[in-house]
């Protein structure tokens, strides 16, 4: 059931590009709860797309990498869908995911990314570490968008880079 939350208004998708380190999550199917490092880099394309690079370290020690791109939905109120299928299967319809940012600091280093179903959450940070009052603060505020927090999952940053 889709909900009525608020997202970002007045948003600079120019300083949103570039690096964000995964700090909190809800559990996803595709994103296995023991991975560590995890990372996004965000980049502009000359199509207006943003190119997403995800990456994370396996318990083996092997990155794993998933390349995706995010089309600008609602570019004024941070509302994005992205897309980590192959270019030959981007038509399908429902293959995209809603990427909503709905709160973010004023120096754009701390974000609240969701979407309108409340089934995926992340609390992004430009370092891979993040004072627990401020994590504290975004867990709050998706709780009174109606996010159901009891699975949330704090990654591990053991490397400085990939």
Known sequence: MEHSIQTVSNFDLNR???TWYEI???PMKHE?????????????????????????RKPSGEVDEAIGEATIVDAENAKL???FLPDGLKWIPFTKGDYWVLKIDNNYTTALVGE??????WILNRSQHLDQSVIDEYLAYAQSLGYELGDIIY?????TSH
């Open 24 to 26: 909190a999550r809800l």
């Open 81 to 83: 869908e992205v897309t």
């Open 32 to 56: 296995p709860t023991e991975n560590t490092d995890i990372s996004a880099f965000y980049e502009l394309q000359e199509n207006e797309k943003v190119k997403v690079l995800n990456r994370s």
């Open 155 to 159: 990654p591990k940053h053991t490397q």
């Open 16 to 18: 949103y590009l570039g």
């Open 116 to 121: 309108p179903n409340l089934k995926y959450l």
